[in-house]
């Protein structure tokens, strides 16, 4: 069972191209657990992307970190590595108001 927040361990992309991330890193699990597909929806981490307002700095693997929001992906969860920790409440609000800004969501809409 994977859990929103969850972070694991990612697998490389060898066909990662440009600015897209390749080698090792982290991912956070965005995708509710409601939802039980054969594909999770992660977004990667950087140590070394620079701080913007759409890149919440979180802690994981013991280590200060950027979510790359704008660089969602699609991961099949028998891919996923090994579970390194989760986020905290804080950390998982900063990234929530980074995906609406990123995705352009303005939840005070009425539908």
């Known amino acids: 069972m994977f859990l929103r927040g969850d972070v694991y361990e990612l697998p490389h992309d060898p066909r990662a191209r440009g600015h897209e991330q390749r080698g090792r890193r982290l991912g956070v699990v965005l995708?509710?657990?409601?939802?039980a597909l054969s594909t999770i929806i992660v977004?990667?981490?950087?140590?070394r992307a620079p701080e913007r307002v759409f890149r919440p700095r979180i802690t994981a693997g013991g280590a200060s970190t950027c979510v790359l929001i704008e660089q969602l992906r699609a991961v099949d969860t028998g891919r996923l590595g090994t579970r390194v920790g989760h986020v905290?409440?804080?950390?998982?609000?900063a990234v929530d108001e980074a995906l609406q800004l990123v995705l352009g969501l303005d939840l005070r809409r009425a539908l």
């Open 31 to 35: 995708q509710s657990e409601d939802l």
């Open 43 to 47: 977004a990667p981490t950087s140590s």
């Open 88 to 93: 905290s409440r804080a950390e998982l609000d």
